[in-house]
């Protein structure tokens, strides 16, 4: 009778790397798996060990290799958290608190955190908030001016942004619609 060449799904292909990991030194595999993640985007010290420890490498390894790659200069969580800041600035405009409590979940330093937020001055947190509400305005146009101002309030304060700031923001641009039409009206 003949044998089926078909391969259950959980069953590694010869040569793929978790029938490697199966027989390999764990600090190979270690290494493998941090170059891995790290080929693809920054990753923060603490994710990496995250991640070599579900792949029950023992610990002991995972910090002697995490450290080796942070000597080389290959793991670095100053650097990923200002690249995480200007990111996040930039792509949805978030605030300072979010950024750093999302820092500190992602397991970075105070220092790091610290040091990436400080350029991060109360006049750009309120520039880069009235940009977010300009963006977003024009969409609302179908709306009151209360909807309007609450839906703008409820995005800036989702995004981190203080009850002052949002509140100025908000009313700044309300009223510059306000002032615009009643200057088109007068006309």
Do not use: C, W
Not at 33 to 52: E, G, M, P, Y
Not at 93 to 117: C, F, S, Y
Not at 165 to 170: D, F, M, N, Q, T
């Amino acid at each position: 009778m003949a044998r089926s060449s078909k391969r259950s799904a959980t069953e590694p292909t010869p040569g793929s790397l978790a029938d490697l990991q199966a027989e390999a030194d764990p600090r190979a595999v270690a290494r493998s798996v941090v170059l891995r993640r790290l080929s693809s985007t920054a990753r923060t010290r603490k994710d990496l060990h995250d991640d070599l420890l579900k792949r029950e490498i023992p610990e002991a390894i995972a910090d002697e290799v995490l450290d080796r790659f942070t000597e080389l200069g290959l793991i670095n969580d100053s650097d990923y958290a200002e690249l995480f800041v200007a990111s996040r600035r930039r792509s949805r405009g978030t605030a300072r608190p979010v950024l750093r409590q999302e820092l500190r979940r992602k397991g970075v330093g105070d220092d790091e955190i610290h040091a990436a937020l400080e350029d991060i001055s109360d006049e750009d947190e309120f520039e880069r908030a009235r940009a977010l509400v300009l963006s977003r305005h024009p969409s609302l146009a179908r709306f009151d001016a209360a909807t309007k101002q609450r839906r703008l309030m409820s995005l800036l304060m989702r995004r981190g942004y203080s009850g002052s700031v949002a509140a100025s923001v908000v009313r700044e641009v309300v009223q510059s619609e306000v002032d615009l039409t009643e200057l088109a009206l007068g006309d």
